[in-house]
């Protein structure tokens, strides 16, 4: 059986962790197939946004799988770490993603829902950062969540270790939506239907933009930015948008 299952809807690649007898933790085959399904994305030109979730009811990831020889173990010869150049990858790519958290999401699972660009969660679903409590700490998701959610907020959840609810997510910023869990596959099209129709180009490029501008000043960013919005002016999806815009009519994107 696959850790990580893909499927295309539409212009939509989903991407579903495969574990649930083991919460969906993570272990080597879950991290391998969730980079291999963003690649797979982004070689398909007819894909517009990742949807990446999980198998069941009960867990979106527990995060690593702390089973003996389940994969939890680090190989001190090499700089990089799996779950690292995952977060990596994911934080470089061009396509629009969707975190839909179908139930508990601990430790590495938030660092899966901050390495997306939105998350919605269902209202049963529970959050936590509990690696404190095995003598650990929750390093490489501190990379993205200190960016997302307030600092004394993510102090507090880092170093109690302590669990909290998804309206508690949703108010410090970590979810964009939270509904009941029969209304999550519907938020979660609802949301994918709001971004297949934009342009691709401008979504690409607008991603890009908004990597590279977060570390820069705002002296540095503007000029940056005047710069890349004469650049998107050029393309044939701006030109499209313009035209349709003036005609009145619904834009058909090339994605060029």
């Not at 963003?38 to 995060?63: I, N, P, Q, Y």
Request: hydrophobic share 45%; proline share 4%.
């Amino acid at each position: 059986m696959s850790a990580v299952l893909t499927e295309k809807r539409g212009h939509a690649l989903w991407i579903t962790i495969n574990r649930p007898d083991k919460r969906n933790a993570l272990n080597k085959e879950v991290i391998a197939g969730i980079r291999a399904g963003w690649r797979e994305a982004h070689a398909d030109r007819d894909m517009r946004v990742v949807v990446l979730t999980a198998a069941g009811e009960k867990s979106f990831c527990a995060g690593g799988d702390l089973q003996p020889g389940a994969g939890f173990a680090f190989d001190l010869s090499q700089p990089n770490i799996d779950y690292a150049d995952m977060l990596r990858e994911v934080q470089a790519s061009t396509l629009p993603s969707i975190a839909r958290i179908n139930g508990a999401c601990m430790a590495g699972g938030i660092g899966l829902a901050c390495m997306t660009d939105m998350a919605i969660a269902a209202d049963h679903a529970n959050f936590g950062l509990p690696e404190v409590k095995i003598g650990l700490f929750p390093m490489q998701v501190l990379s993205l969540l200190q960016s997302i959610v307030p600092r004394r907020i993510v102090r507090e959840w880092c170093l109690t270790g302590e669990p909290f609810g998804a309206n508690e997510a949703l108010h410090a910023g970590l979810l964009n939506h939270v509904v009941a869990a029969g209304e999550l596959d519907a938020k979660t099209q609802g949301l994918v239907d709001r971004l297949v129709d934009k342009s691709p180009t401008a979504l690409r490029r607008g991603k890009y933009a908004m990597r590279t501008l977060s570390s820069m000043s705002f002296e540095e960013g503007i000029a940056y930015a005047e710069g890349q919005i004469a650049l998107l002016a050029m393309t044939e999806d701006a030109k499209e948008g313009l035209a349709s815009f003036n005609q009145k009519r619904k834009p058909v994107w090339t994605g060029r």
